[in-house]
């Protein structure tokens, strides 16, 4: 633009547009950041810096883990109150759990076993029933009370006079079924106990000693208040 051109500009109002500023580092000069004589964003001497960890590793008060819990510190081994589990405190601990498997084995054990009893049992008295359904020889006139133990107490069924023979000479017997005595035969008395011997209620052996069943004679009375 020739001077006079620009004079004109000039005299118009317009200003001259201004040089661009050199850069400090294309002169060769370092940069200064400080302001007031220090250094922008400078830390205090002796201060650490932001989110550097303290030295030596050891987690500061309020510090969490990833997830978000407190740190445990305790050593191996140490109980809640800090104080560390001796050799024969985890011995005795071992075997306090060993004793308690142990004993709800024996219960799981015997439980079972209890009930597969109760289950044979039953089996057992219904094969029992089946035997003898329809084979008994009780007579409905039978006045001769015919005592025996059984179960701890003195039991007694009615036979006439030929039926207490027999049941004296080892040719009859009784079972007990669900509360009743049935007078049987010898050989069904056999059979059922094969199958549920607790069933035999009275059974006589000829060749014992007449003293060894003092309730074989008739004329032997037991008071109503001993008869269950």
């Known amino acids: 633009m020739s001077n006079s051109l620009r004079d004109q500009l000039m005299g118009l109002g317009f200003k001259p547009a201004p040089k661009p500023e050199r850069p400090a580092h294309a002169k060769g000069g370092k940069p200064d950041n400080r302001q007031g004589g220090k250094p922008q964003g400078a830390q205090p001497q002796g201060a650490k810096p932001h989110g550097a960890k303290p030295q030596g590793g050891k987690p500061q008060a309020g510090d969490r883990r990833q997830d978000g819990r ?3 510190n305790r050593k191996p081994g140490a109980r809640h109150g800090g104080k560390p589990q001796s050799r024969e405190d985890i011995d005795l601990a071992k075997a306090y759990a060993i004793r308690a498997q142990r004993e709800k084995d024996e219960r799981i054990a015997a439980e079972a076993a209890k009930q597969e009893e109760a289950r044979q049992r ?6 029992l029933a089946e035997l003898v359904k329809d084979k008994a020889l009780n007579d409905a006139t039978a006045e001769i009370a015919r005592h025996f133990p ?3 107490k003195i039991k007694r069924i009615y036979v006439n006079e030929a039926q207490l023979k027999q049941l004296n000479a080892g040719e009859l017997g009784v079972l007990q079924m669900d509360g009743r005595y049935l007078l049987v035969t010898a050989e069904l008395l056999a059979q059922a106990e094969a199958i549920f011997a607790p069933a035999v209620a009275l059974k ?10 003092p309730y074989a004679d008739p004329q032997y009375q037991v008071p109503d208040d001993l008869v269950w």
């Not at 039953?122 to 094969?127: C, F, H, L, V």
């Not at 006589?204 to 069943?213: F, G, I, K, L």
Request: without cysteine.
């Open 70 to 72: 407190k740190p445990d």
């Open 122 to 127: 039953r089996e057992a008295r219904a094969k």
């Open 150 to 152: 059984y179960g701890g």
């Open 204 to 213: 006589v052996d000829p060749n014992a000693p007449a003293n060894e069943d």
